[in-house]
Nanobody
Framework: VQLQASGGGLVQAGGSLRLSCAAP????????MGWHRQAPGKEREMVAT????????NYVDSVKDRFTISIDAARMTVDLQMNSLKPEDTGVYFC???????????WGQGTLVTVSS
């Protein structure tokens, strides 16, 4: 299963970027989609997740009120709108989708976000 992520790039602090990710539309029983990131020299961390219907969303504290996750369940896409970016948001962002029955996870290849001060 291939997920295609796009939208990374270089932006100045305070700027915005929008990441997009597409999973196969015929994926069996998708349950959650989301984004993780890995900063240089750090562990990968969850950034934002959402159930397919959008009813439950979770964010890491450091991005609350700045990032917004949205899902188009019919198209199997997940977007991450990132505003008021900070240098500490720099990293490789990975999208993923989790299925249920069986519980499986599929990951995208990662897209680099660089925020300059």
């Amino acid at each position: 299963v291939q997920l295609q992520a796009s939208g990374g790039g270089l932006v100045q602090a305070g700027g915005s970027l929008r990441l997009s990710c597409a999973a196969p539309e015929n994926l069996y029983r998708p349950n959650v989609m989301g984004w993780h990131r890995q900063a240089p020299g750090k562990e990968r961390e969850m950034v934002a997740t959402s159930t397919m219907g959008g009813g439950t969303k979770n964010y890491v504290d450091s991005v609350k009120d700045r990032f917004t996750i949205s899902i188009d369940a019919a198209r199997m896409t997940v977007d991450l709108q990132m505003n008021s970016l900070k240098p500490e948001d720099t990293g490789v962002y990975f999208c993923y989708v989790r299925t249920w029955g069986p519980r499986l996870e599929y990951w995208g290849q990662g897209t680099l976000v660089t925020v300059s001060s």
